[in-house]
């Protein structure tokens, strides 16, 4: 048994970009646990959503076990920063942010967790957080640099294969019940994913979309039944959510890598 530690940075990220492994690593038998290092308190509800004297962090909390559950990790750690919201807001530069956490700092934080547990394997983001997020960043900042401080053997950056997107998005628009306008644009967005030349690992989880969806629904304080993740159609799921990408230090060149605990 093997023990995967995935490190994410407000709830509901864990179940988009590694959801699939993290199903995966739990029913092969292995140990899985989840740092997230925010609880997400900026994120937006709808008027009336919360109960009264509700706050959002403590509903996004209990999304986050609901789909850890289903996920089937064992543990679930917050790093206790605050959500940082987006570049140029006053969340951003506040005290307390996540952003503005020194790297060494947090990065022991996290190097704690991955001593105690042994880690073999952890997950983080790559250099630009898949799309530009400030929290996005700082999770690579911080997971790398938590990995050296632990001597976690293997560190994986998770990533969007950016190429993959474009291919199919033409075929996403053509699926019935599509609307294009809802759709990602990221033409025009270079610091969106990674181009598939630079990927190292790619872990096909379609036999546990089924959790992955599962997991998106916990998170119904973000992810309606009307969001383009949940909205998809069946086929249309397993092509943008049916593979999780990785960026591996010392791996590829190209994609030589389809299991994050191979051999463990």
Known sequence: MATLV????????ECIGCGGIMRKASEEGH?????VATRGEHGEVPDGFLADGEQLWQRRVAETHASAEVLGAHRVEFLGYTDSGMVGTEANDAPGSFWTAPVEDAAQKL?????????????CYDDNGGYGHPDHIQVHRVGMRAAELAGTPRVYQNTMN????LRGRQALAES???DPETMPDIENEPGFGKPESVITAAVDVTPWLKHKRRAMRAHASQISEQSFFLALPDEAFAFAFGTEWFIREGQGPGITETDLLAGL
Do not use: Y
């Open 6 to 13: 995935t490190f994410h940075a407000h709830p509901d990220d």
């Open 31 to 35: 140990r899985v646990v989840l740092v």
């Open 111 to 123: 190097a704690a967790i991955l001593r105690a547990e042994s880690a073999d394997v952890l997950t």
């Open 162 to 165: 950016r190429d993959h997107i």
């Open 176 to 178: 019935p019940g599509m």
